[in-house]
């Protein structure tokens, strides 16, 4: 959370000195909310605008890390200055309010991705990255329902309308396909554009076909921000489609409940495309919403923010898993954010399921190693 510094000349060296005690650390929940790194440039009104979504939040920053022993506040005059980089607030944000038995399903898992529940099965499934596992969750039994070859990094789980799963590995650069006893059945390597580059995330259409992402080479196409994102679409009749491409990372993609839009997230431009849906046809690409800067890692990592995985409710709302803001973003069909859901531990979630009745929250956290399951509104 954001520390603040106002204070009088006269104060001012007691109030640096018990900052400097107190040591910056990543994000994490507490009893009063969030811890937070400050860092360049950050101001206590622009940090209350920004997580607590009003200017007079900025005594509630201030009351909440007094009640954490964060230090000294003395006087106002000083809210809009910047404060001192690398010290430690407390952003009272709001927290799900169960206990940690409660709330976390898994952890020490291998960088977990891609999450799904299927109502069909009354089951959620889930990946692990760095684990190559796509595990099955039923019944709050944990199973195995496919290794995969090491290093593959499968990243994202989707089911068609006949049964069969299909699988995204964002390391081999492949799209699989699964029968439902976990056997693989198809292979796909490469499109139009060649072969595929970091295949990130999918979605199934009410056709069969099948979208994905592909987000590009981390290490040189993420760092330099060239747009190498693309989309593709597996027809029902097995041809594969490039649907766009010159996307900034493009990550996770959903779609409409009415099937006439198609979303995409760009998360080095920490942004969500949307395009006009026909058929399996995409068109009229066009930014849907800009996100916050809202990072609650510590400063060197910030510039990964932005949407990871995303799914969508039965009002078209998106709820999108904002990495390293610690939070989930509700956004509305009009691509207003009305709810900012944070997670009670860590800070880089990647995915996010919606439970049948839309109650509930199973996400995904990386740095971390969880599966949550989170209570909403």
Known sequence: MTFIKFCRRFS??????????????????????????????????????????ETEGVQKIVDATLAAGGGEFLGQEEFQNPLPAGRKLILPVRLTERDPAEYLLFDGLKFPEGVRYFPEEEALYFVEWEGDVIWKLKDGQKSLFAATQKGDGPNGVARDPSGDFWVVFYSSGKLARYDSSGRQTKIYEEGPAGRFVGPNDLVVDRDGGVFFTASGDFGDDWTTGREAGKVYRLSPEGEMELVDENISYANGIVIS?????????????????????????????????????????????????????????????????????????????????????????????????????EK??????????????????
């Not at 690409?285 to 510039?303: D, H, I, M, T, W």
């Not at 998106?318 to 997670?343: C, F, M, Q």
């Not at 009670?344 to 399921?353: C, E, L, M, S």
């Open 360 to 377: 509930t929250l199973f996400v995904t956290e990386s740095s971390q190693g969880l599966l949550l399951k989170i209570p909403v509104e």
């Open 257 to 357: 409940p009415d099937g006439r839009k198609l979303y995409v997230n760009e998360h080095r431009k920490n942004r969500i495309l949307v395009y006009d849906l026909d058929g399996g046809a995409a068109s009229n690409r066009r930014v849907f919403v800009q996100l916050p800067e809202n990072c609650l890692s510590a400063g060197e990592s910030c510039f990964e923010t932005g949407p990871d995985g995303m799914n969508i409710d039965g009002q078209g709302n998106l709820w999108v898993a904002h990495y390293h803001s610690g939070a989930i973003l509700k956004i509305n069909p009009a691509g207003e954010t009305i709810d900012r859901i944070y997670l009670p531990q860590g800070d880089t979630p990647t995915n996010v399921a919606l439970s049948p009745d």
């Open 12 to 53: 001012a060296f007691l109030i640096l000195s018990l900052l400097l005690a107190w040591p910056a650390v990543s994000a994490a929940a507490t009893r009063d909310g969030v811890e937070y790194v400050v860092k360049e440039g950050d101001a206590l009104e622009k940090l209350a605008l920004i997580y607590l979504g």
